[in-house]
Structures are given as C-alpha cells and as structure tokens.
C-alpha cells in the first residue's frame, strides 16, 4: 500500500534497485570468470564473419572482432571457403575453433588449417546438411 502513495519516479528507484546492485554483482563475477576463458598464455581473438557472400570482408570494424586492436580480414576465395587473416597474431601454438550459425537450414563449419608466426591465416570450410560448399556467417576464436 505503500507503493500506491509514491510518486513514480521514487516507486521506480524502489523497484530497480535490486536489480541494480544485482546486476553489478554478475558484472564483477563476469570478470572474475572470463579471466579463466583466457588461454595459459594469455591470448584470445575472435571474429564474426557477418557477411558470407562478400568476396573480402575487413572484420576488425566490427564490435564483435578482437584481435588487440590489429586488423582482421576474410577472403572468400570460394563458395563456402573463406580464409581469415590475423594481423600480428602468432598461431603456433593454441586453438581455433568455429561455428556456423544463422539462417533456418542447417550448416556447420570447419578449420581447414591455420598457421603463422607474426601473422595468422585460418582456413574456414562451411558445408549444408548435404555436405555441399555454402556461404555462412560464422564465429572464429582462437585461444592460446
């Protein structure tokens, strides 16, 4: 009943404010737990791939591209083979990985390869449920 004789705004505050504070809470645990997704050297990249189609895509405009401020590009040199350039990154150790995603038939994506020791090329395959060559959207992460 007490909230019925508030103002608004003050109703408002009352009602968000948990949240709030909860939400700064999963912030920090966020922290704490991302530390462990970093590799035991320390380096992670990533990419998205958002536009499948395009013969060559700079990737490092996106917000959804890491790669310590270096640039990352894709090639597609195919229907469904891309290879994606890593400026600065050294890829001889750690792992790749990737996923295709998007749209409503299926399709899935492989590492072809990877390898560069100032500067990292990965292979992207990516096939529809047949197996046959498709264009997709798709997640890179390298963890090392």
Request: with cysteine; charged share 20%.
């Amino acid at each position: 009943m007490i909230l019925n004789k508030m103002d608004t705004s003050k109703r408002m505050k009352l009602i968000f404010l948990p949240f709030f504070i909860v939400s700064l809470s999963l912030v920090a645990s966020v922290a704490k737990s991302e530390q462990a997704l970093i590799g035991k050297n320390g380096i992670v990249a990533y990419t998205w791939n958002s536009s499948p189609g395009a013969k060559e895509a700079i990737l490092s405009t996106s917000s959804y591209t890491f790669n310590y401020g270096r640039s990352v590009d894709r090639v597609r040199t195919a229907k469904g083979i891309y290879q994606v350039h890593f400026k600065g990154l050294s890829c001889n150790r750690g792992q790749f990985t990737v996923n295709a995603y998007g749209g409503t038939e299926f399709k899935s994506c492989r590492i072809g390869s990877w390898s560069g020791k100032n500067n990292c090329e990965v292979s992207v395959y990516c096939f529809d449920a047949k197996g046959d060559a498709l264009d997709s959207q798709f997640n890179l992460l390298f963890i090392d």
